[in-house]
């Protein structure tokens, strides 16, 4: 049987062994943590539980396809309840919005908050669905660095459409031509952060993900994220993929060009395939020292990092949903000072995910769980412990003004991630959550393909590759990875 070794329990990296397994591939998975999920993993502090990473879960059927081509019902492995209300939305001005999932609902929501119209909201809506249906199948579904994909009439089609996709000019002021009121505005231009990009840079084809999240719905795990990699673990283990965790890879070894196998703990484990699920910075770094690694592709601007506080609550907020957004006053001047002064804005946007309000045991009776994270630069040697400490200060001020309370007394225990952690605990480098930003127009085409030119039987799965991050496309670089191995 030939040897599949995947480096990294990343959503991908399991993916990818899925995958290969199923393929016929003898598949064995080394990760450098104790434990899978790299990013979507989990943090349990004096009776709270957190889901570490990821907390919006869009595209689940990228989830169950694993289970179905493995012949499982994923239903007895996973379920998810689809968010009636997507996010509450909360503005310095005390407008609330509510992102109905219902596109009725929300455009009559934005129509009755602010003063843009239900008809305005459908128009910006029909052309997030069209960027989408003219994007899918060049930039997401199919490697972009391979000639047969430019031979397939669904790409060639799109390929004549590509005009219509909105790339010449910045998501900020595409939406100001759809919409009239800056909180409209600032509503959709949030949409460039689910990929750790800049509104105000990302070519307005990122308006697609709108499309994404109202056209397919966004979702509850049950039992949190962190199901999502458990139950892809059970499923990987039961189809005979083998975990070795606690097992960093120390090398990748080749010979004439093609993969021989990988080092680990100082020993040389033969292999056919190789995945890397390690930010493809540091496979090229600390993998494949004698390789000339393609600075240019390296090189590019990296995406967006956070800073993020997990706070047990001593009570419960009513008004609160499971995902909530407190608004800057002035969104330009935020993303400036990230991405421009590479700092933390004095009134950054606050997101506060509560798993609790659908999953009562994340925290103690009349208790909630705040996972509390702010957008913050990827990590270029900034004083971190001294913006930890200043951003803290001005996170409780501003959501005790708007929730009118004295946060800091409820806050009952604490642990903090920044870029520098997020970097020491899933080798991302420089923490950033994405891999590269989306921020200028050729973004896409100069991400890291799934494969390497140099070295056969060496692919990438994960955030830091083609098509890019966040689950979904996590979940696809590693179906492109198996559709390349065909
Ligand atoms: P990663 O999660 O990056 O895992 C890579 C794994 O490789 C790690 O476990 C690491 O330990 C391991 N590894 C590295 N080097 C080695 C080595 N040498 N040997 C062995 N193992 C190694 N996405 C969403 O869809 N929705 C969200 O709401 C969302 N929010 C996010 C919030 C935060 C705070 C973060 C950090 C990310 C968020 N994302 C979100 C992005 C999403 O988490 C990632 O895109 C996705 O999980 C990346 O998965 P991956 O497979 O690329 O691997």
Redesign the pocket.
């Known amino acids: 049987m030939p040897k599949a070794i995947i ?9 990818s062994a899925i995958r290969l397994r199923i393929k016929g591939y003898d598949v064995q ?5 104790n ?7 989990v943090i349990n502090i004096n009776g709270y539980r957190f889901d ?8 689940p059927q990228y989830v169950d396809e694993l289970f179905l081509l493995a012949g499982k019902n994923p239903r007895q492995y996973f379920n998810y309840t689809k968010l009636e209300v997507v996010c509450n939305y909360f503005y310095e001005d005390g407008t609330m919005i509510s992102a109905f999932s219902d596109q009725e609902k929300l455009a009559g929501e934005i129509a009755a908050k602010t003063s843009d119209t239900t008809e305005s909201v459908n128009r910006f809506l029909k052309n997030s669905a069209r960027i989408y249906s003219i994007t899918n199948h060049v930039f997401l579904e199919k490697s972009l660095h391979k000639l047969s994909t430019y031979l397939n009439w669904n790409t060639i089609k799109s390929i004549f459409q590509l005009g219509k996709i909105d790339s010449l000019r910045t998501m900020a002021l595409a939406n100001k031509s759809f919409f009239n009121d800056k909180r409209t505005q600032q509503f959709f231009n949030r949409y460039a952060t ?1 990929n ?1 990009s800049n509104p105000y840079k990302a070519p307005a084809t990122l308006n697609v993900i709108p499309h994404l999240e109202q056209h397919y719905g966004a979702y509850f795990p049950d039992g949190g ?1 962190y199901a999502i990699t458990l139950s892809l673990v059970k499923l990987a283990e039961e189809i005979g993929v083998r975990f070795n965790f606690s ?4 090398k990748i070894e080749y010979s004439n060009d093609k993969v021989t196998g990988v080092v ?1 703990g100082g020993k040389t484990l033969p292999a056919d395939i190789i995945v ?4 493809v910075w ?2 090229y770094k ?2 494949l020292r004698n390789v000339i690694a393609p600075e240019k592709m390296l090189k590019q601007e990296r995406s967006s ?2 800073l ?1 506080f997990y706070w047990g609550i001593s009570r419960q907020f009513p008004v609160l949903d499971l995902h909530n957004i407190f608004f800057s006053n002035d969104y330009e001047k935020e993303f400036n000072s990230i991405w421009q002064e590479q700092t933390v804005d004095e009134d950054p946007t606050i997101y506060v ?1 509560i798993s609790s309000k659908f999953k009562p045991d994340d925290a103690p009776p009349g208790c909630e769980n705040w996972f509390v ?1 702010i957008n913050v630069p990827s990590n270029s040697g900034q004083d971190w412990d001294d913006l930890i400490a200043v951003s803290r200060r001005h996170i409780i001020a501003k959501l005790s003004r708007m929730l009118n309370v004295n946060l800091e007394s409820l806050i009952t225990c604490e642990e903090i ?1 920044d870029p520098r952690s ?1 970097e020491e ?4 480098y420089q ?1 950033s ?3 590269t930003s989306s921020n200028n127009l050729f973004a896409a085409f100069l991400r890291h393909a799934n494969f390497s030119s140099q070295i056969k039987g060496l692919y990438f ?5 083609h098509p ?8 696809l ?2 179906k492109i990875v198996s559709d390349l191995i065909n």
């Open positions: 480096i990294g329990a990343g959503v991908a990296g399991i993916a998975v080394f990760e450098s943590n434990h899978p999920g790299g990013k979507l993993s570490a990473g990821p907390s919006l879960f869009t595209m689910y750790g994220m097992s960093p890879v120390e680990v890397s699920n390690m930010d540091f496979t600390r993998l990092s956070a993020i995910n994270m991630l997020i605990k899933t080798s991302s923490g959550l994405y891999g799965a994960g955030g830091s590759v890019g991050g966040g689950i979904p496309l996590a979940l670089s590693a």
